[in-house]
C-alpha cells in the first residue's frame, strides 16, 4: 500500500493522493514531490509555500 499525502498551499487544501498522483498533479518529479515534506524544505520556505503532510493510517 503507497502512502497518502495532502499537498497544501498556504493553509488551502490542493489535492490528496499518492507521491505520483502529486507529482503528476504539479508536474514535477516525484523526488521532487517528496523534498516538500522534509523538515530542510520548511526551513528554507516560507508558510504561504507548498507544503505536503503525510497521512496517517486509522487504527
Known sequence: MELEYALYQGDTLL???????????????RKTILFYATPAYRKRTSEKSLRMIRLEEQA
Open 15 to 29: 489535492k490528496i493522493g499518492t507521491a505520483d498522483e502529486l507529482a503528476e498533479y504539479k508536474q514535477v518529479k
